[in-house]
């Protein structure tokens, strides 16, 4: 009997290899699934289905592709495999995937992994739950999660494919990067596994220890930590938000660099500048806006605009020196109650100081302001007193076009919520002051030469002046008046300059040069406004 059941199983064998010779023989050479070596053999009808089931180191060959496992259910045509247990298929000797079962379809070239499947090639370790493989176009593709890590990076989504001929992974839902010096998360994201570099299609935002960025679309290379962004794109550091719809930035260098609806937010000041290019230097501390920049701050609740060709913001690294925000070229500058312009000017954002240099002049209601140099002290974001130095001129329009003035060495305006309350006048001191009954109808010019004179106003419209030290006085009836007797010498009523919004809002200078250049060119800049703002600085 026992002789008769091994006789009957070697028949079986025999005539088993000899069906699937013959089928196999039916397919073209290199499409031809072979079997390479198993422990046992079993044959039978399965389900309507005629399989051969093989256990015990079980491996078959397609072409350069191998499987390995515990077991094999193979189908009646010979091409169609089911894997279990210990499930490895190899394409070359570069991919490799494992798991504890598969279906391996050798028509198709196919492979579908499931149970804890782990991808591998030289450059990376996917895990994932199930797996299709497709060994024609060598790429594979989950939906139930995967977890991706190379030696720099750390990839998760709930959906993927990889392909692994451009070594390029496609991502989408809940796509999170992680690695030791930043954190990525975003909706849909591409990752090249050879080059390093992420590509994002979306709302994507990078955590990093020098600083947070955001874009909708572009690319970040993970070696050399360098951005490309498009789209709302915007550097986050504690000092500043730097955005526009097109940003570079290197992460090691610390450099940013913006165009197009360029937004520069200072956080500690809540000070923002937008012009079309911006560029920022993180070590320095230093943040530049170029291209018809300006600058928007709230000031005694009112929100003031000021504009230049370029408006510049350091940070101060040390805590002795004090944070500055500049301004050259074109300086102008509009707020609802007051306005001004010069060549250049500097802001001292620690002491709330601000000089302004070249040609300075202010104007406030009817009232125009002129030095050589301004300098404008700010208490609580209010404009508290105000020192003018050298040549100092002040003009006040009154009802009837007269032109009330005050000239002198030096000049301290006060001010009290915002309005102009007293001036002192200290040196060289001149006076014309027209007297006028009921705003309507003028009575006659006082004239005055005093070394010193206190002026106070009312409405920011001058109301007296007070003669200190040994006036030299006349008053002048209005039938005597002559027309070089109304102005002082120096006089200039400059209306036609005062900004207004509109043109602080202007286009004039147009956007930066190259990089290269305009950042040799900014650093030069910025050395000499250094310059300008401690010559602005009075002796003591």
């Known amino acids: 009997m026992k002789i ?17 010779a013959q089928q196999q023989g039916q397919q073209p050479k290199k499409d031809k699934v072979e079997l390479q070596g198993a422990d046992n053999l079993e044959g039978g009808i399965f389900n309507g289905q005629r399989i051969t089931k093989l256990i015990g180191n079980v491996v078959f060959k397609q072409n350069e592709t191998f499987l390995h496992a515990d077991s094999v259910y193979r189908y009646s045509d010979g091409q169609v495999l089911e894997a279990f247990g210990n499930v490895r298929v190899a394409q070359g000797d570069s991919i490799s995937m494992s798991g504890s079962r598969a279906t391996y379809d050798g028509n198709k ?21 199930s797996l299709d493989y497709d060994l024609n176009t060598r790429t594979a593709t989950y939906t139930e999660g995967g977890t991706i890590v190379d030696p720099e990076n750390r990839l998760e989504s709930r959906r993927g494919s990889y392909d692994t001929k ?46 947070d960025l955001y ?41 940013g660099y913006a165009e197009k609806n360029v937004s520069l937010r200072s956080l500690k000041d809540d000070v923002t500048i937008r012009g079309n290019v911006g560029r920022y230097w993180r070590d320095r501390g230093v943040a530049k806006v170029y291209g018809s920049p300006v600058m928007e701050t709230i000031m005694d609740k009112d929100t003031l605009y000021m504009s230049a060709d370029t408006l510049m913001s350091q940070e101060s690294k040390n805590p002795k020196m004090p944070s500055m925000l500049y301004a050259y070229n074109k300086v102008k500058i509009f707020k609802s109650d007051l306005q001004g312009k010069c060549d250049s000017l500097s802001y001292n954002r620690t002491d709330s100081v601000m000089y302004m240099n070249v040609k300075p002049v202010l104007w406030s209601e009817e009232s125009q302001m002129v030095s050589d140099t301004i300098r404008i002290h ?57 007297a006028l009954e009921g705003d309507s109808t003028l009575t006659g010019m006082n004239k005055a030469i005093c070394s010193d004179m206190v002026l106070k ?57 190259k990089a290269k250049k305009q950042a040799a060119s900014s650093t030069k800049k910025g050395k000499a406004t250094t310059k300008q703002k401690k010559a602005a600085r009075p002796k003591k």
């Not at 492979?111 to 370790?125: C, E, I, Y």
């Not at 874009?215 to 550097?235: D, L, M, P, V």
Request: aromatic share 14%; glycine share 6%.
């Open 215 to 255: 874009a909708e679309e572009g690319n970040y290379n993970t070696i050399t930590k360098i951005s490309n962004f498009g789209r709302n794109a915007y550097i986050l550091t504690p000092e500043y938000r730097l955005g526009g719809d097109k940003l570079y930035y290197d992460q090691a260098r610390g450099y």
């Open 109 to 129: 070239r196919t492979a579908r992994m499931s149970g804890n499947v782990v991808m591998r090639d030289p450059r990376m370790t996917l895990t994932t739950p």
């Open 378 to 434: 700010l208490r609580n974001k209010t404009i508290d007193r105000m020192f003018m130095f050298g040549n100092a001129f002040i003009t006040s329009e009154d009802t009837l076009k007269n032109y009330n003035q005050v000239k002198g060495r030096d000049m301290v305006a006060f001010f009290q919520k915002g309005n102009i309350r007293r001036v002192n006048v200290n040196g060289n001191g001149e006076s014309l002051y027209f």
């Open 457 to 513: 106003f009312a409405e920011n419209k001058l109301k007296s002046i007070s003669f200190l030290v040994n006036p030299d006085a006349s008053f002048i009836p209005p039938h005597e008046l002559k027309e070089p007797d109304r102005k002082l010498e120096g006089f200039n009523w400059m209306a036609d300059l005062r900004p207004t919004k509109k043109t602080v809002f202007s286009k004039r200078a147009p956007a930066a040069p």
């Open 166 to 211: 451009t070594n390029m992974y496609t991502f989408q839902q809940n796509v999170k990067v992680f690695s030791a010096e930043y954190n990525i998360t975003a909706q849909n994201l591409k990752y090249n596994t050879q080059s390093k570099i992420v590509y994002f299609q979306g709302p994507t935002y990078i955590k990093g220890q020098q600083g």
């Open 4 to 20: 008769t059941k091994l006789l009957y199983s070697i028949v079986f064998m025999l005539l088993s290899l000899s069906v699937f």
